[in-house]
Structures are given as C-alpha cells and as structure tokens.
C-alpha cells in the first residue's frame, strides 16, 4: 500500500521544497509522544538512506523508515485548511484512538 499524499498535501510539500532550494522529498515517520503512545514526525529529506522505502505520490517523493511503515501503511496525508488554520492531517487506517488534542495516537 504504501503512504501517499493529496493533491493539495502533494502541492504544499512541492511548493515548501521549491522554496527551501533543495531536497528529495518528505519524510514520514512516528516517534514515541503524547499521551496516546505515537506521534507523526515530518522532515525535508536531502538524502535518502539505503534502507528507506520510497513512494511517488503526486510527483512527490514519500520517504518512510521501516520501523514507522509498521504504523503508517495506508496512510495518506491531506493538506487542509479550516479558518485561519492551515496544516497536515494524516488519513491513517491503522489508528485505533487518539489523545484529545489530536497530538498523538495509538494502533
């Protein structure tokens, strides 16, 4: 399956490369936070590691380490806006709840 991205995601991410000058792609990962266990880390990629799984995604390339693809297979990842707000939100089916705030979550 893979991680993939929407348009509007895959649009912000190209734009946010372009403007940085440099960069593979996005990389897509969890870390241990929050109240719920996990939390999503995003990061520009200037190099990709041997041991990365790849995905193109829009013509934009997902990078995700093998210990967070666990977690994150079949996720897509939106770019929305709701108000004055604007940000990512991940699509995750593996998610089984979250914390209140949204910060973190469990599978």
């Not at 990389?27 to 939390?39: D, E, I, N, P, Q």
């Not at 994150?72 to 593996?94: A, C, H, R, Y």
């Amino acid at each position: 399956m893979g991680v993939s991205l929407t348009p509007a995601a895959a649009r912000h991410i190209a734009h946010s490369l372009q403007e940085r000058g440099k960069g593979e792609g996005i990389r897509v990962g969890v870390k241990t936070s929050g109240c719920s266990g996990l939390a999503y880390v995003l990061e520009f990629v200037d190099a990709i590691e041997t041991e990365d799984q790849v995905f193109d995604s829009q013509g934009v390339k997902v990078i995700v380490d093998r210990k967070s693809m666990v977690y994150l297979d079949g996720t897509e990842l939106d770019f929305v806006q709701e108000g004055l707000n604007s940000g990512f939100k991940f699509n995750n089916p593996n998610k089984t709840g979250e914390c209140g705030c949204g910060e973190s979550f469990t599978v």
